[in-house]
């Protein structure tokens, strides 16, 4: 699995959010993006336009002027990566950028349209499971844990 560089730092900030929010009251404190790219060292103008996509993707809210800076639009438990990674680029699964239920195999390639559809349904399964409050808190789900667990899973 491959995941662009505006993937992995939208999933670090989001994640970063979620760890400065907390669960009391100060859930809504607006933390700046220069706050954020700080934390997580990402390069300040490209968390510009990915927070831009997260907002516009429902996944964090915005607020401009002194006071001004980002939060997670709802509680980080209810957020999974998925949703995340598909916020910022599309369908979990693709194929030649088509999805796997688009493709014609034929012949003795014709088994691969399922294995691809597999392929998407164990991706879905995992990135649903793990929110990014699991992320933040550094506590994962204990069939993640299994996975990474096995030795062959780094490999």
Do not use: C
């Not at 669960?23 to 990915?50: C, H, M, N, W, Y």
């Not at 907002?55 to 401009?64: D, T």
């Not at 012949?107 to 990135?127: F, K, N």
């Amino acid at each position: 699995m491959r995941l662009s560089a505006r993937v992995d730092y939208a999933l670090r900030a989001t994640a970063e959010l979620a760890a400065v929010a907390g669960d009391g009251p100060s859930r809504t404190r607006p933390v700046t993006a220069e706050q954020i790219a700080r934390a997580q060292d990402i390069p300040p103008k490209f968390l510009e336009s990915i927070l831009l996509q997260l907002r516009r993707g429902g996944v964090v809210h915005a607020q401009r002027g002194p006071e001004g800076g980002y939060w997670l639009a709802r509680p980080a438990a209810e957020i999974s990566l998925a949703e995340v990674i598909r916020v910022i680029d599309g369908p979990l699964a693709h194929v030649r950028g088509q999805r796997p239920e688009q493709l014609g195999y034929h012949g003795a390639a014709r088994a691969l349209q399922e294995v691809w559809i597999a392929l998407r349904a164990s991706e879905r399964e995992i990135l649903e499971m793990v929110t990014v409050a699991d992320v933040a808190a550094g506590t994962l789900p204990e069939r993640i844990n299994q996975l990474a667990a096995d030795p062959r899973a780094w490999t």
